[in-house]
């Protein structure tokens, strides 16, 4: 294969960023792989050996796996980032609403002091028309009865002044609040700005390294036979989270966690072809000493 004696893959380096395995012996048992099956940190890709003649077509699939897994990474975070941006969206909700519920009632308030103005007005017109009538009549009778309804409309001015005076001061009241709730809601928004701003860096970031990530998977694509490279794309579509995995305990699937044949199990150790997990189709390849 044209990938035969290639040096240590450049791929693996971001895995081994997030290894915390470095310079510590691999757990007997468990395999240099078993905890994230298909990715290789380079300090255990060094422990396991540069003289180790592992099969050149596993060494180039497992380089394009890790872009694989990291691109799906990469897309499953990017899939999360609308549902983030309507969620800090609907933060706002609450205090837009709170927001908009004190100017309605102002209003409804602003409405009925009108309405008392108008009232008000209506009976002063009334005042002054009996008072000119009780001025101008010669009778009594007449000036008592015109003098007695000059003071039952003037009782109800003052009673409507009231009234007025008490939904001024809840104007105010409300006022006050709306000014509370308009100061809360633009905190908020602030906050929420911010938010989608950190949001759009980290799409434009995603976007920019699953760019990189795909120009590499498609160099590393192009290393391998298209057979095995069909056969590889088909197991990954199916299994999602691996094509490859290691050989576990010399007996087990690092995918399915079910015991190979011994057939399948001695051509993995072999490493001489490429074989496959009987339960799961994934490919399977040697981990241990
Ligand atoms: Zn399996």
């Known amino acids: ?108 308030n602003e409405i009925a002091i009108k309405n008392l103005e108008l009232d008000i007005e209506t009976r002063r017109t009334t005042i002054l028309r009996l008072k000119t009538q009780q001025f101008e009549t010669k009778k009594n009778d007449e000036y008592t009865a015109l003098g007695n309804e000059v003071v039952r409309y003037e009782g109800e001015v003052s009673g409507l002044e009231d009234r007025e005076l008490g939904l001024m001061e809840i104007a105010e009241n409300l006022k006050a609040n709306l000014s509370d709730a308009q100061a809360k809601l633009a905190a908020c928004q602030t906050l929420v700005d911010e938010e989608l701003g950190q949001l759009a860096e980290r799409r434009k970031n995603c976007e920019q390294q699953q760019a990189e990530l795909e120009a590499e998977r498609s160099a590393a694509a192009a ?43 001695n051509g993995t150790k072999a490493e001489k072809e490429i074989t496959a997990c009987e339960q799961c189709g994934r490919i399977l390849y040697l981990d241990e000493d």
């Open 223 to 265: 290393k391998i036979e298209e057979t095995l490279l069909s056969r590889y794309d088909r197991t990954l579509a199916a299994k999602k989270d691996a094509a490859l995995v290691p050989l576990q305990h010399g007996t087990t699937c690092g995918g399915c966690h079910m015991k190979v044949t011994s057939a399948t199990a």
């Open 1 to 108: 294969m044209q990938c035969r004696n290639k040096p240590v893959p450049r791929a693996h380096k971001c895995v081994a960023a997030v290894s915390t395995e470095k310079g510590r012996k691999t757990e007997k048992g468990r395999g240099l792989f078993g905890r994230y099956p298909g990715k290789i940190s380079i300090a255990k890709w060094r422990a396991w050996g540069f003289d180790r003649a592992m099969l050149p077509e596993i060494e180039s699939l497992l380089i394009l796996q890790s872009k694989d897994q990291a691109i799906r990474k990469l897309q499953r975070e990017l899939a999360r980032i609308p549902m983030e941006e309507d969620n800090a969206r609907s933060r706002l909700s609450d205090d837009q609403a709170a927001v908009a519920a004190i100017k309605e009632k102002l209003q409804a």
